[in-house]
């Protein structure tokens, strides 16, 4: 027999790459089982519904501690199903939904948020992510930029919705991520996130929704603070407009 020969038909080099096949395959199944540690079960659409955990089976929990101390156990416990402001279009599986009562909040479509923690981002330091300017007094607009507020809000209808009161900043990425808005018709004042606005010298134009409609945006338990529950709302309210705002925004263009 050759050198390195176990028998005359197995040898060590044999054998390693065996061993290295049933590691490489266990490897993928382990990557595959945690990837289905978040997002499962699947919902399957049907009456009465049907349980689809997906291959490889869901892993065991595990317990996580958190930066702040809290524990998060994934995969998440069971949650009863979402109330879902939507109905389908047709009878038959997987057919388009479309939005019930207001469809800027029934949270489909470009209006989709995810259900994150409702408690404000923080920094690596551990404080508050987002405030409002009147509470860093240190910090301020460039020079060499459009001072916003005092500035009226307008909508896609043209129609002044309010005026700018306050900038929201970023302490970590040193930019700003919303405009705090005073209503003209009451006495709420509403949150637009930068993305959505046009900022220019005589006014802030907002093309994603209307006037009218800045009177729903979803609010903020603290005057304050702002959660990332109500990030994720807020987005999702002008994200939705850009199609329901109008009934001639879901026709097609031609």
Request: glycine share 8%; aromatic share 10%; no cysteine.
């Amino acid at each position: 027999m050759e050198t390195m020969a176990i028998t005359q038909y197995v040898d060590v080099a044999q054998l390693v790459l065996y061993l290295f096949w049933i590691f490489f395959f266990g490897l993928v199944y382990y990557l595959l089982q945690e990837n289905h540690r978040d997002g499962y079960p699947l919902d399957s659409g049907r009456t009465p519904p049907v349980k689809m955990d997906g291959w490889p089976p869901i892993p065991t929990p595990k317990t996580y501690l958190m930066a702040n101390g809290d524990e998060v156990v994934m995969p998440y416990p069971p949650q009863p199903p979402e109330f879902l402001q939507a109905e389908p279009r047709h009878r038959y599986i997987g057919a388009p939904i479309e939005p019930t009562g207001n469809p800027l909040l029934a949270g489909v479509g470009p209006g989709s948020w995810a259900n994150r923690a409702d408690v404000p981002d923080h920094t690596p330091e551990g404080e508050a992510k987002i405030v409002p300017l009147r509470t860093q007094p240190e910090y301020g607009v460039a020079t060499r930029d459009h001072d916003p507020r005092g500035l009226p809000v307008v909508g896609d209808d043209n129609e002044v919705a309010g005026t700018v009161s306050e900038l929201w900043m970023d302490r970590s990425e040193m930019m700003f991520r919303y405009i705090e808005v005073k209503l003209n018709d009451s006495d709420r004042t509403v949150m637009l996130p930068v993305p959505f606005a046009r900022i220019t010298k005589e006014h802030v134009k907002v093309h994603a929704i209307l006037a009218h409609q800045f009177s729903d945006v979803p609010g903020l338990r603290n005057a304050d603070q702002i959660t990332m529950l109500e990030e994720e709302k807020i987005s999702a309210y002008y994200g939705a407009g850009t199609l329901y705002a109008t009934p001639e925004r879901q026709e097609p263009l031609v």
